[in-house]
């Protein structure tokens, strides 16, 4: 734990406590996600799912890395990591986005996906709005990953014509914005 | 915009707060004097909602702060007026 890095916060006036849980049920939310999505793109296929399965491919990778980002901050702030991984899927911040009964439906596996992209929106807002000017540490990863969600759910929020974002896909590497916090990759 | 019928039942603080979501209580909030079952959600497991919002409680700092509208809300099921 970083003691002086989490009296910090604590001094703001912010529940660390409360704040190291929506670290970890967003963390639990990202490495879920990660695992549903790889069931998803795998059901992309045929003429209409095989247009779709490079994003759904880029949001997954970027989900996973979006948990891997996260987990530094959780153990720095004085938390863990849950032993029990089934426990870990339970406490996810989002529902699991599971494949649709249809899953031929192309545009029912696109809705579980903006479905899963705007959980993850609203998620991570709440956190940067709790932590703006007091947790700058957690205020900027949180940014960062609030900054793909939003293009994720606009890829997909796109293909199903809700209208135009002015987004473009990924060209080169993932995380454009979650990067600095993964000095791995 | 609220379009759903309102149940005239008085809810007293009492029973609100008893409708805490914990242990199988039903999860209810209270929101510019109408009480919403939020029971169904799974944003509500528990009777916690992004962990710092809390069932059995009125809803309205908490949903100012949201990074949402009451739109969310009002798809719940209401269950009375809030009385007092």
């Known amino acids: ?185 | 915009m609220q379009t759903k019928e309102v149940p005239m039942r008085e809810i007293s603080q009492e029973e609100l707060a008893a409708c805490n979501g914990i242990d199988g209580a039903p999860a209810w909030v209270a929101y510019q004097g109408l009480v919403y079952d939020v029971s169904s959600s799974y944003h509500w497991r528990q009777g916690r909602h992004q962990i710092t919002n809390r069932a059995g409680q009125l809803y309205e700092r908490g949903l100012n702060a949201a990074p949402h509208g009451p739109d969310l809300l009002e798809r719940f099921p209401i269950v009375g007026r809030l009385s007092g």
């Open chain 1, 1 to 185: 734990m970083a003691r002086v890095a989490r009296e910090m916060v604590e001094m703001t006036g912010i529940n660390v406590d409360e704040l190291l849980e929506l670290l970890i049920t967003n963390a639990a939310a990202e490495l879920t996600t990660f695992y549903y999505y790889t069931i998803l793109r795998a059901n992309l296929i045929g003429l209409e799912g095989e247009g779709i399965k490079e994003i759904a491919e880029a949001a997954r990778i970027e989900d996973r890395n979006h948990f891997e980002a996260l987990v530094p901050r959780i153990y720095e702030l004085g938390g863990k990591l849950p032993d029990d991984m089934n426990a870990f899927h339970d406490m996810s911040a989002c529902p699991p986005a599971r494949l649709p009964q249809d899953i031929t439906d192309v545009k029912a596996i696109l809705q579980v996906l903006v479905d899963a992209e705007r959980c993850a929106v609203r998620g991570y807002a709440h956190i940067c709005n709790l932590t703006a000017g007091k947790d700058h540490r957690t205020y900027a990863l949180a940014q960062a990953i609030l900054n793909e969600e939003i293009e994720h759910e606009s890829w997909f929020s796109e293909f199903l014509g809700e209208g135009p974002s002015g987004h473009f896909m990924r060209r080169g590497e993932t995380s454009p914005f979650v990067r600095p916090f993964m000095p791995s990759l």
